[in-house]
């Protein structure tokens, strides 16, 4: 006796399968929440967890979902980055317009000085205010904000501010004023 064999016709090759249940919106459920899991699908959409996961396994729900928080975490990455490329940028020009400002500002106390001394209130507060700026400038750019190996007078290095190098140089200018 020959078996006979049923064809299937091109009409139903092409043809979806019906589902009793959303599986639109329940892949876009899982997919979207990544605390959604498969019994939480099956009790939101009222069928069988094993339907669930056989469903979810022949349409790589979990490689997707994995595959969808590594491109958002990409992409979160990147406007990070951006975002900290800009406000440094930003960090900088203000420092560095800091920097400007009190330059200028000691030159025209450095021009007054030759008729009038100046003020030690205002020494420091220009030096606090070039060094607060430098400090931030190098922060920004990611240098060093102490110097290292300035000799104390006991001839031990040790680390030192801006502040503090500023202020032997101006005290070293001031005790070379002195000597002529």
């Known amino acids: 006796m020959v078996k006979k064999v049923s064809k299937k ?5 092409n043809k979806k399968p019906i ?7 329940a892949e876009k459920d899982y997919l979207s929440d990544t605390t959604m899991s498969y019994k939480q699908i099956a009790e939101k959409y009222k069928i069988n ?3 669930v996961e056989n469903y979810a396994k022949a349409n790589n729900w979990v490689e997707r979902r994995f595959e969808l928080g590594k491109k958002g ?3 979160f990455e990147d406007s990070q980055a951006e975002l900290i490329s800009k406000t440094n940028q930003e960090h ?3 420092f560095k ?4 400002i009190v330059y200028n500002e000691m030159i025209k106390h450095a021009t007054i000085a030759g008729k009038n001394p100046i003020p030690i209130k205002d ?3 220009i030096v606090f205010a070039l060094s607060k700026a430098i400090d ?3 922060t920004v750019l990611g240098l060093p904000t102490e110097i290292r190996g300035v000799k104390e007078a006991d001839g031990e290095k040790d680390m030192a501010s801006w502040t503090d190098l500023m202020l032997a140089v101006m005290e070293a200018d001031k005790d070379a004023g002195a000597k002529l």
């Open 9 to 13: 016709t091109p009409r139903s090759v």
């Open 19 to 25: 589902y009793k249940w959303d599986v639109i919106n």
């Open 49 to 51: 967890v094993r339907t």
């Open 73 to 75: 975490l990409e992409k």
């Open 92 to 94: 900088i020009k203000m």
């Open 97 to 100: 317009n800091a920097r400007n």
């Open 123 to 125: 020494l420091n507060g």
């Open 136 to 138: 931030g400038e190098r």
